[in-house]
């Protein structure tokens, strides 16, 4: 059955925007270029840079870290598993109750939004950001952010 659906941000940072950068509206759809699929094996995350130009013709670099995630809250009922996830909707075929945990796995994405192009920078700074995350550490996800986001970047060219 069709197993594609929309994407949701679930969660951003800052949670308001900042005056001088707006978060870019509609970004989720090019976090999965492919499409938001369920998986039923769990694929190695993926890394890469989307440039969005606003009406202004300013550029943002949006680097994304997409990883897949056990789904072990699906319900299956009478021959379909309907599964919401933003607007997702899928249908298989499965016998009535509950799907064994990690047999199937969601997309997720961590994206990191700049108008800087550094990307091998924001790769690591994802990579960090995701290794808190699956690894569960004892680190508040707001505040590794925030200190990522109050770093100063040297401008390119300039002395170190």
Do not use: M
């Not at 997309?107 to 800087?116: A, G, I, N, Q, T």
Request: charged share 20%.
């Amino acid at each position: 059955g069709p197993t594609e659906g929309l994407g949701k941000i679930i969660q951003r940072f800052p949670q308001k925007d900042w005056e001088d950068t707006p978060f870019p509206q509609g970004i989720e759809l090019f976090c999965q270029p492919g499409g938001w699929q369920l998986s039923k094996e769990r694929k190695q995350p993926t890394f890469f840079v989307v440039v969005l130009t606003d009406i202004d013709s300013e550029r943002h670099y949006c680097s994304c870290l997409t990883f897949y995630e056990a789904e072990i809250n699906l319900q299956v009922r009478d021959l379909h598993v309907s599964v919401f996830k933003g607007t997702k909707e899928i249908e298989g075929e499965e016998e009535s109750g509950l799907i064994p945990p990690a047999e199937v796995f969601a997309p997720k994405s961590l994206v990191l939004v700049s108008r800087l192009d550094y990307p091998e920078i924001f790769r690591a700074c994802l990579g960090l950001i995701y290794t808190v995350y699956v690894d569960s550490l004892n680190v508040s996800l707001e505040t590794l952010i925030a200190n990522l986001c109050s770093c100063l970047v040297p401008a390119s060219g300039g002395s170190q």
